[in-house]
């Protein structure tokens, strides 16, 4: 019964997410791509140069910060 409440409170109240990645900092790949995902994620594949891309992707200074110790 909680899940069933927690459901329809979420799709009563629940408000939209506004941002692509709400975390800020989030390190995997899922969260690169735009919210709701397009058809295909990626035009191509990603490289990854690190274990935290999309982090590198979304704050390229910090990442250079880190790769530079």
Request: hydrophobic fraction near 35%.
């Amino acid at each position: 019964l909680p899940f069933f409440y927690n459901v329809w409170k979420t799709a009563k109240y629940g408000k939209p997410v506004g941002v692509d990645d709400p975390w800020g900092f989030s390190r995997s790949l899922e969260w690169a791509t735009s919210c709701p995902p397009p058809r295909h994620n990626f035009v191509s594949l990603p490289k990854i140069r690190s274990e935290s891309p999309a982090f590198d992707l979304h704050h390229p200074e910090i990442a250079a910060l880190e790769a530079g110790r």
